[in-house]
């Protein structure tokens, strides 16, 4: 690793550290850019405002990946107000965590009220269901998934097209809103 990138990488745990955490406020985690050369700025960080900016759209094969000790995000674009505890990911954002996979054309967290919103070409994959949407809304207390515009639900014996899903992800609960239409298999050999 050269000690650029080093530098670069125990400032930025720093700040993860100093503003709470992202998605969780007693964890730390890593933020790193990565196949940005070293000679070219990837990002920067105003301490007064508290605000983190990466864009490394223009350069092949280079992300952002924020890690923590049961999760990954990943994407081209980062915005982050560390002292609104609010981020944004653009340009193919990716979380991993667990046995949970989203992807979607932005990805945002808001800190305070302890939500996460995607939008553009969102699919959700868990061990139970794959989900298509334009968009979702995770809220972390009530542990609800709300996934609307254009929702295709694939499960193992069946796929259900609608406008409006939600996921109930602790009780295992998927519920539909207003019409939808579904295909289901019973043949148990599947």
Not at 17 to 23: F, H, P
Not at 86 to 97: M, N, P, R, S
Not at 133 to 162: H, I, K, M, N
């Amino acid at each position: 690793m050269n000690r650029e990138r080093l530098c670069f990488m125990v400032i930025l745990i720093l700040l993860l550290t100093v503003s709470g955490g992202l998605l969780a406020k007693e964890k730390a985690g890593t933020l790193e850019l990565i196949g940005v050369p070293s000679h070219v700025q990837g990002g920067w960080y105003h301490s007064d405002s508290g605000v983190f900016f990466v864009d490394v759209t223009e350069i092949e094969g280079a992300f952002v990946r924020v890690s923590y000790e049961d999760m990954e995000i990943t994407g081209k674009k980062l915005e982050w107000h560390t002292k609104d505890d609010y981020f944004i990911f653009t340009d193919g954002a990716k979380l991993e965590k667990d046995d949970f996979v989203l992807e979607s054309k932005t990805l945002e967290y808001y800190g305070n009220e302890e939500k996460l919103v995607a939008a553009g070409n969102v699919v959700a994959v868990t061990d139970d269901a794959t989900v298509h949407s334009q968009t979702l809304v995770y809220l972390e207390e009530t542990d609800e998934a709300l996934f609307t515009d254009d929702v295709t639900v694939e499960v193992t014996d069946g796929r259900l097209q609608g406008q409006r899903f939600l996921m109930l992800v602790e009780k295992k609960e998927m519920q539909f809103f207003g019409p939808f239409q579904g295909q289901f298999s019973t043949d148990s050999n599947k």
